[in-house]
């Protein structure tokens, strides 16, 4: 089937960076929630702003897609404050961290897309 509008193919090399700066958000969102709570959380929090950063500029993408997603499966395990508490929003997270492992940073980034 063909589709509705071939002439947005062109645009296809942004994908992964609108993927990027979505789970970057919430990183930063879930990173700000768990600030205020206790030591363990202050250092959560600050390894998901380090996370949040990285993948948010597409630097060193693929090693901090595999500790971001080793991190929110522990969040959604241990934290009782983390935004990754909701199943739903722990396995979208992994898809799209799962995404941007196989496909790479994308445009505007600073790894290579090769």
Avoid: C
């Avoid at 509008?5 to 645009?11: C, D, G, K, M």
């Avoid at 929110?72 to 241990?78: E, P, W």
């Amino acid at each position: 089937m063909e589709s509705f509008f071939p002439e947005l193919f062109f645009l296809s090399i942004f994908a992964p960076l609108i993927i990027r700066v979505a789970v970057a958000l919430v990183f930063f969102f879930d990173a700000r929630q768990l600030w205020g709570v206790e030591t363990k959380s202050k250092t959560s929090s600050i390894s998901l702003v380090i996370l949040g950063l990285l993948i948010g500029v597409g630097a060193f993408t693929q090693l901090a897609v595999i500790v971001a997603a080793g991190h929110v499966l522990y969040l959604s395990a241990t934290s009782e404050r983390s935004v990754f508490k909701n199943k739903l929003l722990t396995f979208l997270s992994l898809a799209i961290l799962w995404s941007l492992l196989i496909t790479g940073s994308g445009g505007l980034a600073f790894d290579l897309p090769y």
